[in-house]
């Protein structure tokens, strides 16, 4: 697996879409969209709203989202890839303890697959909602390769 996509819940700022990178000894967490990123986030509104949105995410939303991530595609050099806004790279090293839920969250209206927490050395927790097509066999994989201390399974 190289990469993969997943969502971050934020309560009070706007949430965070990924395409996670899987790198030798590293997650580069490349931020590709925000709030309104996934497909399904504009159901359950009103019939006008949802057209609305549906054609702002059509004209703007992802075709911006499609260049951003081609962009990240392209990137080789871990300072370049920290240099753009909302990018983020976390060492194995500094991972304690990985959780993998299979069970679908309920903070975001997209379909997903579950949820992928690390918890970081210090106080630092990192809870992402895995895109509905994230093969958790494969993502089972990435982290029995690295030295995590340990893995959580609930399903």
């Known amino acids: 697996m190289e990469f993969f996509y997943a969502t971050r819940i934020h309560y009070l700022r706007r949430n965070r879409f990924y395409k996670i990178y899987v790198k030798e000894e590293e997650l580069w967490l490349g931020q590709i969209g925000r709030q309104f990123y996934g497909e399904k986030d504009y159901y359950g509104n009103s019939i006008i709203l949802g057209i609305l949105y549906w054609l702002l995410r059509k004209i703007w939303v992802v075709p911006r989202g499609k260049k951003k991530e081609a962009k990240l595609d392209n990137i080789t050099s871990r300072d370049q890839f920290l240099k753009q806004r909302g990018n983020v790279i976390i060492r194995f090293e500094d991972i304690i303890k990985v959780k993998i839920n299979e ?15 690390l918890t970081l050395e210090g106080p630092n927790e990192l809870e992402l909602i895995l895109e509905e097509k994230t093969n958790l066999l494969q993502l089972e994989d990435v982290f029995h390769s690295i030295p995590v201390k340990r893995v959580d399974y609930l399903w």
């Open 103 to 117: 069970l679908e969250s309920m903070l975001t209206s997209q379909s997903n697959n579950g949820t992928l927490t």
